[in-house]
Each structure stands twice: as structure tokens, then as C-alpha cells.
């Protein structure tokens, strides 16, 4: 509806309802407002959601992680190729993981800019996802011995090694 060369319009508001507006001056600063504070509560929460899904793949990493190591540890005692062959596949998925986290990790500081509390969560985030990885590489050489070295080997010596092993791991 055009009055007086001025456009009359409105917008849907989730408080008001349908609010009518009339862009000249003030009215029409107000509309951009809302609209920048509705993108910005919308943005706000896509940033939170990537936020929590970087830690759920940060946990997700460590329980493959654990894993690996009580896998590697038991193939190492038992001698067991199985386990040791297990074991290495999480080591892979652990690398996979830890690329997702990176990646993540960086775009975020990259676009948007986070301020100090989420800049310390996504650099510590990055931190301990490094370790986690290294430890991940430590399951898998363990494995890798027991599947190369060891493989006609007799094991029974190491069991003592069992019992701290498992306290290690929780």
C-alpha cells in the first residue's frame, strides 16, 4: 500500500503479532533492528550448536580412544591379533575424528570471531584433541608390535602388567 509516496507495510512479530509499520525515518530504523537482532540470535545459536557438537566429537574421540588402548593392551597380554587389529581401525577412525575437530576448531576462530570464553574452550579443545591423538598413536604402535613382532611369541610374562593396565584405562 503506497500513502503519500511512503511505503506501508508490517512484519510478523512473535511477541506482538503482526505490528504495521510505515518506512520514514524512525519506523524504518526500527525494522532493520529487529531484523539485525533476529539474524544475530539466529547466528548466535548456530554457533552454540557447533559449539556443542565440537565437544560431543571430542568425547566421542577419547571414548574410541580408551578403547584403543584396552584393546591394545589386551592384545599385547593375550596375544590376541584380533584385538590388535581392532584396535588400529580406531586408531583411524581417532585420525578421522581429530581432522573433523581441527577443522572445526579453525573455521570457527576464523568466522566468527569468538569471544574469550569460547576462544578458550576451541583453543583447549584443539590442545586436547592433539594429545588425544598421540595417545590414539601410541594404542596403535602397541598393536602393531603384537601384530608384527609378537605374533608367535609367548606373552605370559606381561600379565602381570594386566591389573595396572586396567586401572590406567578407567
Do not use: W
Request: aromatic share 8%; hydrophobic share 45%.
Amino acid at each position: 500500500v503506497k500513502r503519500n509516496s511512503r511505503y506501508v507495510g508490517g512484519f510478523l512479530s512473535p511477541v506482538r503479532g503482526f505490528v504495521f509499520l510505515s518506512f520514514d525515518g524512525k519506523t524504518r530504523n526500527l525494522f532493520k533492528l529487529f531484523l539485525k537482532e533476529r539474524v544475530a540470535m539466529m547466528e548466535r545459536k548456530m554457533y552454540s550448536e557447533e559449539l556443542a557438537g565440537i565437544k560431543r566429537l571430542t568425547l566421542e574421540m577419547g571414548q574410541k580412544t580408551v578403547e584403543a588402548v584396552k584393546l591394545a593392551a589386551q592384545a599385547l597380554i593375550a596375544n590376541d591379533q584380533e584385538a590388535a587389529a581392532r584396535a588400529r581401525s580406531l586408531e583411524k577412525e581417532v585420525d578421522d575424528i581429530y581432522r573433523q575437530i581441527d577443522d572445526r576448531c579453525i573455521v570457527s576462530i576464523a568466522t566468527q570471531q569468538p569471544m574469550a570464553g569460547d576462544l578458550r574452550f576451541l583453543v583447549s579443545t584443539l590442545k586436547i584433541a592433539t594429545e588425544i591423538e598421540r595417545i590414539a598413536d601410541y594404542a596403535n604402535n602397541i598393536a602393531k608390535m603384537v601384530q608384527k613382532k609378537f605374533a608367535h611369541e609367548d606373552m605370559s610374562p606381561i600379565e602381570s602388567m594386566k591389573a595396572s593396565v586396567d586401572i590406567m584405562a578407567r
